[in-house]
């Protein structure tokens, strides 16, 4: 399955959907992520904190797909922050993967109250210009710490991951990310996976179009210009997750599911939460 493709501030393309991989890990893990491969995903999602880049770069190694076709994205950690700690902690996570470079690098939580990201964004700059790194982004900032590091270093994200589902839409965050030609990405893209698939009116709209509520709330982020990255280690559910490009929702439908707006679903405040 040919997935469409997002380009990038810096030149780059991103895919218009991912795998994530958060909790595959060990040989079931690694046969996970080959397997999504091979089912078309080819934006991986993982990170330093995840546990499993061994994983992830031994099925990228395992899989039939060139490394080239593969965009690889792993994540910095709060607890190497810092100019030096950043460049330290991307040769781990390079390690790890056992790859010669990562496709794109992204600071995992803002941490304003340890308030280094500005040093490590100055230190994955570098890892870009020397081509360790194709393209660099973050992860959960506001658009109060987007602002600040676009100002102070001249250098817009190519990507902002942020919790995004249809009951926490992020309106504001789409909007600056559009403005500034910043890619929005979707983690926990079907947010409470259970409540969404019972929700009326998204099972309304995916009786409509023949497909699962899965599927609809996935094409839902296509259509709203968001890349959604859902976790599964189950390969029918993998197929069904990427399967979301046949398929075009309404406007009404796509102003139905955004009306199930209630807010966080996860303790995932950037401005409070702690991730070391």
């Given amino acids: 399955m040919k997935i469409p493709t997002l380009s990038l501030n810096d030149g780059h393309v991103l895919p218009s959907a991912g795998l994530g991989t958060y909790g595959l890990r060990g040989e079931e893990g690694v046969a996970s992520v080959v397997s999504g491969i091979e089912a078309g995903y080819r934006l991986l999602d993982t990170a330093l904190n995840y ?24 994540k910095l950690p709060g607890r190497d922050h810092g100019y030096d700690e950043t460049l330290a902690s991307f040769e781990e996570s390079r390690a790890n993967l056992g790859l010669d470079y990562i496709d794109l690098y992204l600071i995992h939580w803002p941490l304003p ?40 270093t001249g250098v817009a994200p190519v990507v ?21 030609e910043i890619a929005t990405q979707s983690w926990s893209p079907l947010g409470a996976k259970q409540e969404i698939a019972a929700d009326p009116a998204i099972v309304a709209i995916a009786d409509e179009h023949g497909v699962t509520p899965t599927q ?16 599964s280690g189950n390969p029918l559910r993998q197929k069904e997750n990427i399967d979301v490009f046949g398929f075009e929702l309404t406007e009404k439908e796509i102003a139905a599911i955004s009306a199930l707006e209630s807010g966080r679903l996860w303790d995932g405040d950037p401005n409070t939460h702690e991730e070391f």
């Fill in 160 to 180: 902002n991951q942020i919790e995004l589902h249809p009951r926490f839409t992020q309106v504001g965050m789409r909007d600056f990310h559009a403005n500034h």
């Fill in 51 to 74: 546990e499993n880049e061994r994983e992830v770069g031994t099925a990228i190694r395992e899989s039939s797909i060139p490394r080239s076709e593969i965009v690889l994205t792993t």
């Fill in 113 to 152: 109250k340890v308030d280094k990201y500005l040093d490590s964004w100055r230190a994955m700059i570098r890892l870009r210009e020397e081509g360790l790194v194709r393209s660099i982004g973050v992860s959960n900032f506001t658009q109060e710490h987007l602002t600040r590091l676009i100002g102070e």
């Fill in 216 to 231: 609809a709330v996935l094409r839902w982020h296509v259509q709203l210009g968001a890349v959604p990255i859902p976790k």
